[in-house]
DNA sequence: AATAAAACATGACCTATGTCACCTTCTTAT
DNA sequence: ATAAGAAGGTGACATAGGTCATGTTTTATT
């Protein structure tokens, strides 16, 4: 027991360096693991409903985690996905909305529960989270204004180059003579609504870069192994 | 001399209820004060350019500001108009990043600037002004993921639609009569870059929408006369 | 292991919207 | 006031990529 306990701490959390909470000290951290809840969903369960009310905030400890939106037409785009050290919910949290989003887990993965009441004192009680927040904010923020760059701008065989260089950075695994494995687990299907297209054209392109020796497949995991062409095809904004 | 500087304190700043500093006192007003400049820019200027160093935070007092990206192919999308009451820039302060994207006045406007250092430090003494700067961002953050399932989602016609609705929020003049005056200067060329489509096809809708009689035109201004049709046209999310 | 269901893949066809060309009407500057 | 340059507007045409139909392969379930 205690030892289950123990081992839920933030301070032993796998994604501690990566997270807002990165520059608590180990006795702050304590505080926290006293204050939240921990997790596991399994692979396509989801964590909130867009549509919801938020109670507080998630906190990724390991796995991977889609957020999408569904349109009018039930039709859904995956806005972003969250990894661990990511926090989730934020958003609504901090604005009092509904989620405008839902959640659902890519994978198994480790999520812990923070109550609204005690984030908000910790977020003003301690700057360096508030600036953590606000710092992950920004970045998500600067990937969004990106994203919605390049939908206006670029054909969707640009966008598939560079999606996968996004993936590419965020999961990528280097498997040495320059490939990389993407490591993580993501349908045709879900693929093309990161990038706003029709899964029969993602396939193509899919096939496509195939052909053309930059990327290859290992079971339905993707591997990249022509970055440099890639980059090239992905036509990037400098 | 005495008059001017008071004339300039956030105090008496048209926007001061807006902005990320409306929880603070008087005195703390001040204190801001003493440490910004205020500059105003004609029509056309930039206040920073994509690829800049940020050294500190704009907030607008007035005016509205449009918020570009430029493409590699030197096409500019229009990502967000930021208002009186606003900030700018606080994505790359943030996150130590060169600026993403260019800042230009769409008419006069009145900014105010913030050296980087005393802004951070604000932020870490103000719990309040660290809470407003994160809902600020959060709500920009809702509206780019918004924006982004638009695209993905929608044509032309119902984006155009949607479009004007959210101009209406932001910048409706109530005329009466169900009638509103969208107060704000933009071209049919920044529009189509609003909605990622080209000027030509959004100049086709806008006449089609005034045939169906759901705008009106005064000079350049756009008046929306059926917001009832409008929203039926947008195919709003839920 | 067998079966069902989901995901992947490819071809044929169609349409929304981009592109180009050209004209008209406002702005702005001299 | 007038000229020059933006911005607004419209038609003709081309095409990227969406949709539908169909088949194959993979994954999950009993």
């Not at 661990?84 to 009092?96: A, E, I, K, P, Y």
């Not at 899919?206 to 890639?230: A, R, Y």
Request: aromatic content about 6%; charged content about 25%; some cysteine.
């Amino acid at each position: 027991m205690k030892h289950s306990r123990e081992s839920n701490a933030c301070q032993n959390c796998p994604s501690r360096g990566e997270g807002i909470f990165c520059d608590l000290e180990n006795m702050e951290l304590q505080d926290i693991s006293e204050h939240k809840v921990t997790n596991l969903y399994k692979k396509g369960q989801t964590l909130f409903v867009q549509g919801n009310h938020p109670f507080g905030l998630y906190c990724i400890s390991s796995g991977n985690i889609k957020v999408t939106k569904t349109g009018p037409d039930g039709k859904e785009s995956i806005v972003r996905i969250v990894t661990g050290g990511d926090v989730l919910g934020h958003r609504s949290l901090f604005t009092n909305e509904y989620y405008t989003a839902t959640a659902t887990a890519l994978e198994d993965s480790r999520v812990c529960f923070i109550d609204k009441k005690y984030i908000l004192k910790v977020i003003q009680d301690k700057p360096s989270v508030a600036l953590n927040v606000i710092n992950k904010l920004s970045r998500d923020m600067g990937a969004a204004e990106s994203k919605l760059t390049s939908l206006h701008q670029k054909n969707v065989r640009e966008r598939l180059a560079e999606l996968l260089l996004l993936l590419k950075e965020s999961h990528g695994i280097d498997l040495g003579g320059g490939r990389f494995k993407l490591d993580i687990k993501l349908t045709r299907e879900e693929m093309a609504t990161m990038i706003g297209t029709a899964n029969e054209t993602l396939i193509r392109f899919i096939s496509e870069f195939k052909d053309e020796q930059m990327i290859e497949q290992d079971g339905k995991t993707i591997i990249i192994s022509d970055e440099e062409k890639l980059i090239e095809w992905a036509n990037l904004n400098y």
